[in-house]
C-alpha cells in the first residue's frame, strides 16, 4: 500500500467556451478502494478523468496520481494507470491477442512476457477462444471485455473506468465487478464514471 492517495485533486476546473465543465472539484482515491463518480450526461465526469489521465489538461486547481503531478509529469503517470474509456479503444483489424501484445510491447514488455500477459488474460474475460479472429467479428460485449483486458496490461496502480458497464451483458458486467473487486482487494485504485 502507498502511504499518499493514489489519486489527488484539488480545485479542478474546466471551461469550454462559457461552459463549466468541471469547477472547483475535490476528490482523493485511496490506494485499495474504489470512488464512483455519478451524475447525468454533462455534469463533467468524463471530463474529469480525461484531465486525470492526461488527456486534457486543467484550467486550475492541480491534481497528483500516482503521486505524479498530471501536467508536469505526464509519462509518469501514464506509465502507472489504466484507461477503459466510454468507447472501444482497440483496433479492429488485429485479432484480440495482436492488440493485447501489441499494448504490451507499449508498456515497455519483452515480446515474452507481452505473449504471456495476452494469453493471461485472454483466459481471464473469457476470449481465449477468438483470439487469433479479428477483432471487427466479435461481439460488442467481447470488444469491451477486450478493451477492460487492453487496461490491465500493465498491471496499473490506478484504473480509471468510464462507464465500464456499458455494452456488456449480464454475465460481462459480473465478470467486470469481480475483475475490480479481485483488483482493489490488490491495491489498486479505481475511479469510476456511471
Same mark, same amino acid.
Do not use: C
Given at each position: 500500500?502507498?502511504?499518499?492517495?493514489?489519486?489527488?485533486?484539488?480545485?479542478?476546473?474546466?471551461? #469550454? @467556451?462559457?461552459? &463549466?465543465?468541471?469547477?472547483?472539484?475535490?476528490? /482523493?482515491?485511496?490506494?485499495?478502494?474504489?470512488?464512483? *463518480?455519478?451524475?447525468?450526461?454533462?455534469?463533467?465526469? /468524463? /471530463?474529469?478523468?480525461?484531465? *486525470?489521465?492526461?488527456?486534457?489538461?486543467?484550467? $486550475? =486547481?492541480?491534481?497528483?496520481?500516482?503521486?505524479?503531478?498530471?501536467?508536469?509529469?505526464?509519462?509518469?503517470?501514464?506509465?502507472?494507470?489504466?484507461?477503459? =474509456?466510454? &468507447?472501444?479503444?482497440?483496433?479492429?483489424? *488485429?485479432?484480440?491477442?495482436?492488440?493485447?501484445?501489441? #499494448? @504490451?510491447?507499449? &508498456? &515497455?514488455?519483452? %515480446?515474452?512476457?507481452?505473449?504471456? +500477459?495476452?494469453?493471461?488474460?485472454?483466459?481471464? #474475460? $473469457?476470449?481465449?477462444?477468438?483470439?487469433?479472429?479479428?477483432?471487427?467479428? !466479435?461481439?460488442? $460485449?467481447?470488444? +469491451?471485455?477486450?478493451?477492460? %483486458?487492453?487496461?490491465?496490461? =500493465?498491471?496499473?496502480?490506478?484504473?480509471?473506468?468510464?462507464?465500464?458497464?456499458?455494452?456488456?451483458?449480464?454475465? $460481462?458486467?459480473?465478470?467486470? !465487478?469481480?475483475?475490480?473487486?479481485?483488483?482493489?482487494?490488490?491495491?489498486?485504485?479505481?475511479?469510476?464514471?456511471?
Amino acid at each position: 500500500m502507498y502511504d499518499q492517495p493514489a489519486i489527488q485533486a484539488e480545485g479542478l476546473s474546466k471551461r #469550454f @467556451g462559457d461552459v &463549466h465543465a468541471l469547477e472547483d472539484v475535490n476528490l /482523493t482515491v485511496s490506494a485499495g478502494s474504489v470512488l464512483g *463518480l455519478l451524475g447525468p450526461n454533462g455534469a463533467g465526469k /468524463t /471530463t474529469a478523468v480525461r484531465i *486525470l489521465t492526461t488527456l486534457l489538461r486543467p484550467d $486550475g =486547481g492541480r491534481a497528483l496520481v500516482a503521486g505524479y503531478d498530471v501536467v508536469r509529469q505526464a509519462a509518469h503517470v501514464r506509465y502507472r494507470i489504466g484507461l477503459l =474509456g466510454q &468507447h472501444t479503444a482497440v483496433d479492429e483489424v *488485429l485479432s484480440g491477442r495482436q492488440n493485447l501484445v501489441l #499494448f @504490451g510491447r507499449l &508498456h &515497455h514488455l519483452g %515480446a515474452r512476457a507481452a505473449q504471456r +500477459r495476452a494469453a493471461e488474460l485472454l483466459r481471464r #474475460f $473469457g476470449l481465449a477462444e477468438a483470439a487469433e479472429r479479428t477483432v471487427r467479428t !466479435w461481439s460488442g $460485449g467481447m470488444r +469491451r471485455r477486450l478493451d477492460l %483486458a487492453v487496461s490491465l496490461v =500493465g498491471h496499473p496502480q490506478v484504473l480509471f473506468l468510464d462507464e465500464p458497464s456499458s455494452g456488456l451483458d449480464p454475465r $460481462g458486467r459480473h465478470q467486470l !465487478w469481480q475483475t475490480i473487486r479481485q483488483l482493489v482487494d490488490a491495491g489498486t485504485a479505481v475511479l469510476l464514471t456511471t
